[in-house]
Structure formats: C-alpha cells, structure tokens
C-alpha cells in the first residue's frame, strides 16, 4: 500500500515513512491511493474474527489492510499488547450499550486518560518503539491539543525508547482535570508548552514547525496528532467493532454520531464507509464552533479568529480549523490535489474561507458520503446530561451530551443510531455538577491529580520561541 499527498505532492511513501513524517512536503496531509474494499464475505468473516478473538485481532485484520511494511507477526503482536482487558478494563474493549430505542453509545473511554484519544494513541506509542527501535533512531514529536490528545499522547509515550513529546496547548483553556493529567506527568521524555492563546494557535505552531523542513529533519519531528494517519487508521476499527455489536447480519446499517472539531474521529467513520462497511449516516455534532455545522449546512467553509473561538463547556471541540477535514474534501473534489491545494493552501490560508456551495460535489455529498450535521449548546449540553441521567441512570460528558443531542435529530426507522463516546464525565466535574448538582465519580487513580507538581511552560505563541525550546532540550 502506498501513500500520496492531498496536495497533489508526487512522491509515494509506505506506512512506516509517513508514521514518522506527519504532514507531507508539500504542506499536504496522507491518504492511501485507495480504499481496500470489504465485501459481504469479509465482513462476515471480520464478524467471526471479533466474536471468536477479540478486538486486538480485529485491529490487526483492518491494519494489516494497510500496512504492508510491518512483518504480519509482529504487527499482529503490537495489536495484542496494545488492546487488553488490563489496559481498557474490559475484554469487549468498545462495548455498545443501549441507551434509548435506537439510540446507542460506543464506550471509547476505558483507557488510562479516560478519553476516546487512547484508542488510536496506544498503538501509536507501541508502533512508534518498534520501527524507531527497528531504525535505531529517535523522533521529538511536536503536539498541539486541546484537551484530550495529550495526555493520551503523553501517557501513550511516557518512557518509551527513542521519543520525547513537546506537547502545546491553550494556556488556561482546558479543564481543571485535564491540565492535571498533563502537567503532573514528571516523566523526562514529556514536555508541556501552555500557548497564551487558543487550540488553533498551537495547531497553526505545529503545521508552522513541521513546514520548515530543515528543522524537521535536524530535529527529527514527528506528529501525534490527527493529521498523522496512523492515528486515523487506528480510529478505522471501532467503527467496524461498533457495527457489528448493533447489527446481526450484513443487510442492516446503522449510523455514528461523532462529536467532532477538528474531524479527525469521523474522518475514520468516512474512511470505514468507503471501504464498504454498510453506514447510512455520519452525523457531525458540533458545539457553539460550528464551523463544520455551516458547511455541511452550506457549502461554504469559513475558519474563524482566536477572537470569535468561543470557549465552551465541551472544550476539546472549541477549534475553527479543523485539520483532518482537508482528507474528506480530497475525496469530495475527486481527489485533485491541485484543486485541493487551491481550497486550503490559497483558500483558507489567505481568506480564510472556501465556498463549494454552487458545486456539484457538495450538492451530492450527503447522498455520496453520508454526511449531516447539528450544533449543540451549553444549555443543551445540560438538559441533556440531566435527561440522559434522570431517565437512564447514565452520566455522560459534555461533548458526549453535544452527540446525544445532535444524535436525537437525526434518527431514522429501523437504522441504530451509535454515539461515540469522547471522554468519561469526570473530566468536565464543573459543568456534571451543573446539570446534576453532583459530582462524577473519579477513577481511585485519579483521586487528587489536581493538587500534584506541576510541569509545564507557558509561552507566547510564537513559532520560533517553540523551536528554540525543542532545540535547547534535544543537546
């Protein structure tokens, strides 16, 4: 399986080039040339893989799809440490429950940050260890968060061999719980930049580092975030996992409701639907930075300033640049990288905005690929934790609640309806006592994480000042 640019870029790379790379050359994010397909007869056999095996060989099955330059043995092997009951405390890994008729949640929060991140960052962190080991080389990874990417990269990473994490985020902006899962961590290979500004600012740091190819390469610079494929591709199984948890045969399809903000978790939805796995809907749910809610509204795609990037109650969504949509857009314009560079590279770098509204391939998007959209606010955020609480008996996070709610609008006759759970209520204590004058309860581990030694610089955002500390710390 080889990979190109979305911007259109002529070099080919193979799996483990681009695990290491993050962007490519040309400013551009990896795709594979194509989709691997799965027919009836796989799914059924993916089916029998899940119930008989587990998760872990069901990971290993998508995986091994796409990476090629992996010995089977060994990445089967990375799958099996990755994915265990000890890890994720149960051995369905994703178990789906049903929370109302039609309507179900995918658990993703079983890890040790207690965040969907875990899912992909894990393997990502066992993946990393083996191809630096394999090199005998080392990678500085450059990340920008904006609440749960992180720590699930910092805990993913903590102690391994040959990686050290320089880790951005919006100064002030996270809850009070995150920052502690962060900034407590003492561990010598882990570094916290706090940005006196917002997500997209420390996005902006990381997409500015990784274009100035001199440094990347001096420094070695590699990438956790979304824009990194691997963690993408890892995103690609729970969705097949999910699936057959709420189905019995391959004729039915169900929809996900992905909370979303910088559209990396559903662009994994995007990417299991064009391999073949039977999706009706992929539901965008947004909160008050409804930047991807205009455009599946609209057509017309308009990032927006630090200035008008509200600061919410579902805080790892407050983001109006959201990296990972450029792979959808690829495939909406039919994969042309040049009109793509033109969107993004000319569009949205210099007016900050690209309008497809009068084209084609937008008009016949949502029929083509499924997508919809809905927003969700703080006073629905509420009224939704307590409704799903008082009825149910099941306490659920902000961006959870933004999911349930958007996931309520979107519901069709005889098709389940799977939210994707983003993180476990304890993270956002603040607004779970708002909506139900308690506290969540908090995993023993986590018992006072707020009140531990913290380890974090705060810095201007300032690309070059971003540089200057990597390089001080790699002597």
Sequence with gaps: MLYLSTRGHADRKRFCDILLEGLAPDGGLYLPEHYPQIDDARLTQLREVYAQQG?????FEILSLYIDDIPAA???QLCAKTYTREVYGTDAIVPVRQLEDGLLIEALSNGPTLAFKDMAMQLLGNLFEYELARRGEELNILGATSGDTGSAAEYAMRGKKGVRVFMTSPYGRMSPFQQAQMFSLQDANIHNIAIEGVFDDCQDIVKAVSNDHAFKAKYKIGTVNSINWARLLAQVVYYFAGYI???QSNS???SFT???GNFG??????VARQMGLPIAQLVVATNENDVLDEFFRTGVYQVRGAANTYETSSPSMDISKASNFERFVFDLVGRDGARLKSLFADGVA???QFDLSADPAFKDAGARYGFVSGKSTHADRLATIKDTYERFGDMIDTHTADGVKVAREHLQPGVPMIVLETALPIKFAATIEEALGREPDRPAKFNGIENLPKRVVVMP???QKVKDFIADHCK
């Design 74 to 76: 060994d990445l089967k």
């Design 461 to 463: 955002a300032d690309a």
């Design 252 to 254: 039915q399809k169900v």
């Design 258 to 260: 992905v909370p979303s």
């Design 245 to 247: 948890q709420a189905t």
């Design 350 to 352: 210099h007016k900050g």
């Design 55 to 59: 998760y872990a060989a069901l990971a």
């Design 265 to 270: 978790n559903i662009c994994a939805g995007h």
